[in-house]
């Protein structure tokens, strides 16, 4: 999983010692973050990956993705906001489908604030269907009211 060139950053499977950066990376972001609690969890769950990305010494974004019985779910997944729109989430994304993959799962599942165009375009892109939606699912935003969550999933089996 590593990339082609120094300016499209290196892909890898993250670990423990990566918390502190994993943190950092949250808090800077949009909307809820993980505690570090949450990400600590996620890192030594053996059952679920999370991958990064990184431009030189930083992590620029992350995806964390969870093996469920017959399925997995993608829980996360967010550029930092400055490395947007340079295809980083779409890396993360094909990396969590072919993890996915890999682990013979029947769909790969995901939720998504249906407000969020940019990741809703993201996820039809690469074959993601409509499954329903949870009405008021997300807390508010930035003076926003209550948002809905949008449920999708890629089959692959």
Known sequence: MMSMTPTEGVLRPLRGDDLPALAALERDGQGDPWAPGQLEAALVDPDTLVLGIERGARLVGHAVVARLPF???????????????????????????????????????????????????????????????????????????????????????
Not at 83 to 93: E, H, M, T, V
Not at 136 to 144: C, E, I, S, T, V
């Open 71 to 157: 399925d997995a779910e993608l829980q996360a997944i967010m550029v930092a906001g400055d490395c947007r729109r340079q295809g980083l989430a779409g890396r993360l994304l094909g990396a969590v489908i072919e993890t996915a993959r890999s682990w013979r799962v029947e769909r790969l599942l995901l939720e998504v604030r249906a407000g969020n165009a940019p990741a809703i375009a993201l996820y039809r892109g690469a074959g993601f269907v409509d499954d329903g939606r949870r009405r008021g699912y997300y807390p508010p935003l930035a003076g926003r009211g209550r948002e809905d969550a949008l449920l999708m999933s890629l089959p692959l089996a």
